[in-house]
């Protein structure tokens, strides 16, 4: 079977997850790592340790010079667009970590360049890929309709802040950089189409941005959503799902408990694989690189650009 040649852009802690999980899979070969030259000596031990073919500090060399048939993006949140979008006009497919832009209207311009050229583009939207929310499946006719979801997401704005790690838009954006998982997740647990929007944003003691969310969000098929995020009171992401017949309950994101009347409790446990490699990559990478090989986006559970343009527009109206 001929391999999938895969290049790794950006060579900090995800470049670092990704490539745990390329390294045992099978039918890939690492051809390129590209960093900034800030990142020589990062990216010249990531390729000793994971025998990379190349390393490469300028895009354009890259292209030039090495076949590449997949990447996998995760430089600086500002850098993620331009890089995705040469990668894209170049025929590339592409694993693209959120947020894909600063800017909704770039997402759109990525979705429609991956469409033009019949490529796989995925986001970084791992959390889809969890063992513990993946089984949640396996109960929901026994749990029956989902009628509520309640989400919390609290930040730690000021350490992230402190840490100068990131420059100012960014920061300014930093609902599009983090918070965008949890906003994903209740998308993607939801299912239907937001109806209407009930909310309340505020800036607490902060003046780069609101850091104050609290929604009621309507779908369709009489479903209702809790969303509050505040960024001054640290703590875990949580999730609450009510069905017709019992509730989950998901907190902290990497452990699932299902409750069911007469008390009867479920608690699923991490697979092997989210114990051994950052929690739902090695599944998202797989399905992504199998798509590569299929032409096709295999798994319905996988997030696309059309999955973060919707929600980068909820949190658009959630930052007004």
């Known amino acids: 079977m001929k391999k999938i040649k ?36 990062n990216r010249k031990k990531l390729k000793n340790k994971y025998k990379i073919k190349n390393d490469y500090e300028n895009i354009d060399e890259m292209l030039s010079n090495t076949n590449i048939d997949a990447a996998f993006i995760q430089p600086s949140v500002q850098n993620v667009y331009p890089i995705a979008k040469k990668l894209l006009n170049n025929k590339i497919n592409c694993l693209i970590e959120k947020p894909p832009a600063l800017d909704i209207k770039k997402v759109l311009e990525l979705e429609r360049l991956s469409k033009k050229n019949k490529l796989v583009s995925v986001v970084g939207f791992q959390r889809r890929f969890y063992s513990n929310l993946q089984l949640i499946k396996k109960y929901q006719k026994q749990l029956g309709t989902l009628y509520s979801i309640s989400v919390e997401a609290p930040e730690s704005f000021d350490v992230i802040k402190d840490k100068k790690k990131f420059i100012k838009p960014v920061l300014k954006k930093w609902f599009y950089s983090n918070g965008i998982h949890m906003i994903d997740l209740m998308l993607f647990f939801a299912n239907s189409k937001i109806k209407k929007i009930y909310k309340i ?11 104050s969310f609290n929604a009621i969000i309507k ?10 995020s505040n960024w001054k009171s640290p703590g875990s992401w949580s999730i609450k799902l009510y069905y017709t017949n019992g509730q989950v309950l998901i907190s902290p994101i990497e452990k699932t408990k299902i409750i069911f009347p007469k008390n ?16 739902g990559l090695f599944l998202q990478n797989h399905y992504f690189l199998e798509a590569c090989f299929r ?3 295999l798994n319905v559970n996988a997030g696309t650009l059309k999955d973060a343009y919707k929600a980068m527009k909820l949190i658009n109206f959630f930052e007004k």
Do not use: W
């Not at 944003?201 to 850091?211: M, Q």
């Open 6 to 41: 895969v290049a790794i852009i950006g060579a900090g802690r995800m470049g670092k997850f990704h490539l745990e999980t390329l390294k045992d899979m099978k039918n890939i070969e690492l051809v390129a790592i590209l960093t900034t030259p800030k990142g020589l000596e």
């Open 201 to 211: 944003t505020r800036k607490i003691n902060e003046k780069l941005c609101n850091n």
């Open 219 to 228: 779908f369709e098929k009489n479903l209702i959503a809790q969303y509050i």
């Open 264 to 279: 009867k409790v479920i608690e699923i446990k991490n697979s092997k694989i989210d114990k051994r490699y950052k929690p």
């Open 295 to 297: 032409k096709k986006v």
